[in-house]
């Protein structure tokens, strides 16, 4: 089966890999690039398709390899750092712009871009992952069914392996009134109904702060990971510590302490993810609802790619755009192993 040009850069990383994986199954040719072509060459496989190897220092040598693209996809991260150069390429060869990005600095940072993008005639949807497709169409579910909404709480109950840092971060953020809002590092915790149990949860700063409030417009959104009693101490007692040289060394044990433990609950044996949305009303009227996926790889694999192929066979809006607003709330639903409740 043909298919219009889909370039994937960072081929040899692991959602890329698996990304490719599933195009081979559908005969479905794809674009394989990144710096290393003796694993570019080796992950492109059977698959059909051609291989391009280039870095991103000279912007003419990534021009020259996106001619006859339609969709990039960058699955190589991280994306403060592979962005840039390919989200300028596109602006110039007028090719739309996929990422795997969960950084909302960099998300907003394409979004500050509007103008360019659209005068470019392009669009750019920097938010194709596990943790954006799914928030982002539960978000717009539940502002579709509570039209009025003022506050939108997404809780990552598990498989937010993304997040395990963002909560060390010296900068967590919500979004306040429409604006970007500094909040202390575990500060704040809740206890959510996860399955059959209560966890605790902390905000954290993730790319949803950004996507959800484009496809939705509530004005208060937070989003929290779960958070085991002693990750929360830590990082209160990180955020604390005056900003020193002198006690650097000992905040960074206590946080890769904290780290550690975040990733062994990240990674469990138990591969499935559960996130709940929460919209309130003026009144104080909520409306809940759950969704459970497979492994997150597997997910972001398969949405990176149904978005990849509907952009280059013609679904698009020319700008900045996210994934629920672009193909609407029940997107997810299409996704395998996926169910909302």
């Given amino acids: ?30 674009v394989a690039a990144g710096r290393n072509a003796q694993r570019i060459d080796a992950t492109n496989g059977d698959g ?33 750092a592979t962005g840039p150069a390919l989200f300028d390429a596109c602006l110039r060869r007028g090719v739309d712009y996929l990422d795997l990005s969960d950084s909302v600095h960099v ?20 938010s194709v992952g596990f943790s954006a497709v799914a928030g982002d169409c539960l978000a717009l579910h539940l502002a579709e069914r509570l039209p009025e909404a ?20 010296a900068e967590t953020f919500v979004r306040r009134e429409h604006r970007l809002v500094h909040v202390a590092a575990g500060g704040e915790a809740r206890r959510f109904a996860c399955g059959d149990e209560l966890r605790l949860a902390t905000p954290t700063t ?44 000992g905040a960074a044990a206590l946080v890769r302490m904290s780290r550690d433990l975040a990733a ?34 597997v997910f972001t694999a398969h949405a990176a790619l149904q978005i990849a192929l509907r952009v280059a066979k013609g679904t698009r809006s020319v700008g900045f755009a996210t994934p629920a607003a672009l193909f609407g709330p029940d997107f997810v639903l299409t996704l395998p192993g996926v169910k909302r409740t």
């Fill in 1 to 30: 089966m043909s298919t219009p040009q889909i370039l994937v850069y960072g081929a040899n990383g692991r959602i890329a890999r698996l990304i490719h994986a599933l195009a081979a199954e559908r005969g479905i040719p794809l």
């Fill in 48 to 80: 059909g398709g051609d291989a391009r190897i280039f870095g991103l220092s000279t912007p003419s040598t990534i021009d020259d390899c996106l001619e006859d693209i339609k969709v990039v996809l960058n699955c190589a991260g991280p994306s403060e």
């Fill in 107 to 126: 998300v907003e940072a394409f979004r500050s871009r509007d103008d360019e993008i659209k005068e470019a005639q392009i669009m750019v949807l920097p």
């Fill in 150 to 169: 003022r506050e939108l709480d997404l809780v990552f109950c598990h498989g937010r392996a993304d997040a395990a840092h963002d909560g060390h971060d």
């Fill in 206 to 249: 993730a790319v949803e702060l950004c996507t959800t409030h484009v496809s939705t417009n509530i004005p208060n959104i937070t989003v929290w990971r779960t958070v085991t009693q002693v990750e929360r101490w830590t990082m209160r007692a990180v955020a604390a510590l005056p900003k020193t040289a002198g006690i650097g060394k």
């Fill in 264 to 297: 062994r609950r990240a990674h469990s044996p138990d591969p499935t993810a559960t996130i709940i949305a929460i919209a309130t009303g003026p009144a104080g009227e909520t409306i809940a609802v759950r969704l459970e996926t497979l492994d997150t790889a």
